[in-house]
């Protein structure tokens, strides 16, 4: 079906992007329709990922998070194909679907991403819930109501206690805060809650949990995942009823079987143009790339390295010379229930429900960029006006900034 053997008269021209989501989906909508582009992945639907802890809580369904692939793929021009690349044969310019045929390129971008990461922990895989996923987050929320409708005492751990562990605490607490059997136990192994955040955020956190049910395990490992406990490496042990899993991710195991990574888990290695130092007719975007300069693995970066990976795709195959990625600083947002929230810049800290706002317009802006019929389109470009609004006068203007904390609006954190 999709076997294409030799080069047409015409080739040199052909570009395959595996994997649709941030990176590939970016990178696939800005090559023009004259070259002969073919998208794979094994997800019908690109997920926005940022939110899907909005599905713990019920605020989001799995549908609002999700758009069709193929038909955002076909209104770009492209070949859309629903497979997955099994295996990557660099040496032919040569790639493997699922089901079995090989499909020749000139250039291939990477944007694969990343899968769950249970540091090969015993019992991990097998008793805890991962959050990488809206089907994920879903089947968290069905569980978790499931308990609260069956028995009195519910008791949650969450592995993990940076970006999306905090946001999970914040959905459970949103939505089954009241519950008065309710008590969660969050395992973070680093000394603070979000270790890659500024330490102020570790603090504010603890504060708004104070008087609730909620315990901090920070400076623990995780040794054993049972069934029914979750056994430190201090020796302690957890009672749980559900274990949510948001440890980490690794890099999937095609880029170490076809020689873009050095060891199995690695990330694939690329050069200041996002080409991958093994092999330069491949580029390698989003999550997927190690950069020599650690980056943190953010939907905002894989988009742009999406869209150049794609510029540098073409720029190959017509013997120009490739750009160079910078990556861009944006803040970032992380929410907490309906508590809190946190816009993190540098080593700037603000804090406010706003910041709720603001990451709900940037959904809602990147699902109506990915797809101009994405119904909030409109309203989505004025939400995004006002947010950006509120985050310029946040982290930009000294003057503004002053108005707004005078206003109790935002916080600084120090
Ligand atoms: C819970 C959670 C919260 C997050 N919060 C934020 C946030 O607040 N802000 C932020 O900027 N970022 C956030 N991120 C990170 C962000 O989602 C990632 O950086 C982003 O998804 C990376 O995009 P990507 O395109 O590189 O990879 P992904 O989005 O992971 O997409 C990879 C795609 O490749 C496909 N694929 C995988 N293997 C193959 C294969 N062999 N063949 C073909 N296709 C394949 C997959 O099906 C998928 O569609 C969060 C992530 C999670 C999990």
């Not at 649709?20 to 998208?39: D, K």
């Not at 069905?142 to 949650?156: A, F, T, Y």
Request: charged residues 20%; glycine residues 10%; proline residues 5%.
């Amino acid at each position: 079906m999709l076997f294409i053997g030799k080069r047409r008269n015409l080739s040199s021209r052909r570009i395959v992007v595996a994997g649709a989501n941030f990176a590939g989906l970016c990178a696939a909508r800005s090559i023009p329709q004259a070259w002969s582009v073919t998208v794979l992945d094994p997800n019908p639907f690109f997920e926005f990922l940022p939110n899907i802890h909005e599905l713990v809580s019920q605020r989001k369904s799995p549908k609002s998070l999700r758009l069709d692939k193929a038909a955002i793929i076909k209104r770009a021009g492209h070949k859309w194909v629903g497979e997955r690349v099994t295996a990557i044969r660099p040496d032919k310019k040569q790639i493997v679907c699922s089901s079995g045929d090989s499909l020749g390129y000139d250039a291939l971008i990477l944007a694969v991403g990343g899968v769950n990461n249970t540091f090969g922990i015993e019992g991990a895989a097998r008793y805890s819930m991962p959050f990488k996923s809206p089907d994920h987050c879903a089947a968290i929320n069905r569980r978790l109501e499931n308990l609260v409708h069956r028995q009195k005492g519910i008791r949650v751990v969450i592995v993990g206690g940076g970006l999306e562990g905090v946001e999970a605490l914040g959905e459970i607490l949103r939505r089954f805060g009241r519950h008065p059997g309710l008590k969660i136990s969050v395992v973070e192994g680093q000394d603070r809650l979000l270790p890659e955040a500024p330490p102020v955020i570790d603090p504010e956190v603890r504060r708004h949990c104070r008087g609730l049910a909620v315990k901090f395990l920070t400076g623990e490992k995780v040794a054993q995942v049972r069934e029914g406990a979750v056994v430190l490496a201090s020796g302690k042990s957890l009672e749980t009823d559900i274990t949510l899993w948001t440890g980490g991710a690794k890099a999937p195991d095609l880029l170490y079987e076809s020689g873009l990574a050095q060891r199995p888990g690695a990330w694939a290695k690329v050069d200041k143009h996002l080409a991958s130092q093994a092999h330069p007719a491949i580029f390698v975007a989003g999550d997927a790339a190690q950069l020599d300069s650690a980056l943190p693995k953010q939907a905002y970066h894989a988009m742009d390295m999406g869209r150049l990976s794609a510029q540098n795709a073409m720029n190959l195959l017509d013997g120009k010379a490739l750009k160079i990625y910078s990556p861009s600083a944006k803040p970032a947002l992380i929410s907490f229930g309906e508590m809190d929230a946190f816009a993190v810049s540098g080593n700037k800290v603000f804090a406010g429900t706003v910041f709720n706002a603001a990451k709900e317009a940037v959904y809602q802006l990147v699902m109506a960029r990915m797809d101009s019929s994405w119904p909030l389109a409109r309203a989505a470009r004025a939400s995004w006006r006002g947010a950006q609004g509120a985050l310029t006068l946040a982290l930009g203007s000294a003057s503004s900034l002053e108005r707004l904390l005078a206003l109790g609006k935002i916080r600084a954190l120090r």
